[in-house]
Structures are given as C-alpha cells and as structure tokens.
C-alpha cells in the first residue's frame, strides 16, 4: 500500500510539472494564431521556422547560451557547494543563506538588477552580459544541492 501512495504522489509531481509542456506541445500544431481554441492540425508554424532564417539564428543563440551557462554555472557551483560542505572559513554561513536568497527572489528582480549593473558600469549589452546573467541566475540552483 505504501508502495502505491508513493507511485500516485510521484506521478501527480510529474504530470503537475508536465502536463502543461504537454499541453504547450499539442497547441504548437494548432492553426490558429493566437487562439486558444482548436482550430485544427496544422504544420504551419513550423513551416515558418524553417524558413525564417531570423529565427534559426536566435534558436542557435539560445542553445549556445544555455549550454554555455550551464556548464559554467555547474562548474562554479558544485565547485561553491564543495566549499561550503567541506572547509571552514569566515563568512560561510552568510554565503549559504546568500545562495538561498538568490533562489527565492525573483528572477525579474534579479534580471533588473543585473541590468542597472551593467548599465552603471558602462558596458555594452549582447552576448557576454547575457551569457553572464544566465550563469549567475543558475550557480545558486548549482550551489545550493550539498
């Protein structure tokens, strides 16, 4: 019985982070525009990306900066994780509750931060300031497993 309890709490966890990936994936083959109503099969919007080179290019960016990142982030934050978990040093705790700060606050937060920083600091935004926000919004995730 214990076994079953646990089956359906684990499948209810997925199908709640899930479903709704589902649900984005079938509606992707809706012919609509923007309704969300079912107007029926279409391949539509996948025509139009493969032919639109504006966005083959900014889907190539994204997996760049998000392989980049978290990568990066890994490496930083298990690195930080070590750290905390293995040494003593002045500060530690300070660092721990930081790391759990920067997960619960919100990412818009954050992200209007980091652009005041940049912005403050004169420098140009693109690919570098992005690929640096991207890492400092995942090394607590990274940081924060031990």
Not at 49 to 57: G, K, S
Not at 72 to 101: D, E
């Amino acid at each position: 019985m214990n076994a079953l309890i646990r089956f359906v709490y684990l499948s209810m966890i997925y199908l709640f982070f899930y479903f709704p990936i589902l649900i984005l994936i079938i509606y992707s083959f809706n012919h609509s525009a923007y309704s969300m109503v079912w107007h029926g099969f279409s391949f539509q919007w996948y025509q139009e990306l493969i032919h639109d080179t504006d966005i083959q290019v900014i889907a190539l960016h994204s997996l760049i900066v998000g392989v980049l990142a978290a990568t990066i982030a890994t490496t930083i934050g298990t690195l930080a994780s070590v750290a905390l978990y293995r040494y003593r040093f002045y500060g530690k705790h300070l660092l721990r509750s930081l790391i759990f700060i920067l997960i619960v606050s919100p990412d818009i937060v954050m992200g209007i931060a980091l652009l005041i920083l940049f912005s403050s600091l004169k420098i140009s935004l693109g690919f570098w300031t992005l690929l640096l926000s991207h890492i400092t919004f995942c090394i607590p995730f990274v940081g924060s497993i031990i």
